[in-house]
């Protein structure tokens, strides 16, 4: 009988060890993005991004705003593809191969994109203005 108690109580140890952190609380990671355009800074959580192969897409949402940033993730020298602003404190406007410039920056899973997007502002669309950005997001 003592043996079986033994043997009983070794097994609930192990089980209790291999099992540890099974049932913790574990939290995704929060995705971050920091957005500044034209001096106007925003951050958001409304982040989420998805990869095909060698592209990553990362779709912010500040309300009201909406930026999509598209990258090819090359391994041997990532490039911007595109970054599209949607009513960003007033600013609409892209930067990609056609129109503006950007460069990247990757340090682990965060990509930091500077350059200059061509667009309008919301209250005078029938002027084309250039703005510079920055944006830092957390895929």
Partial sequence: MGQRLITAAVSMVLVAASCSGCFANDKATQKTAHITVDNTSRTSHAVTCSQVNWLLTANITVAPANVKVLLRLDPDKPTVESVHFDNFAGFSGV????????????????????GTAIGSQVNDPRVSVTSPFTVEVGC
Avoid: F, L, P, Q
């Fill in 95 to 114: 930067s990609n191969a056609a129109a503006g410039e950007s460069k990247i920056r990757v340090a682990h899973d965060t990509y930091t994109i500077t």
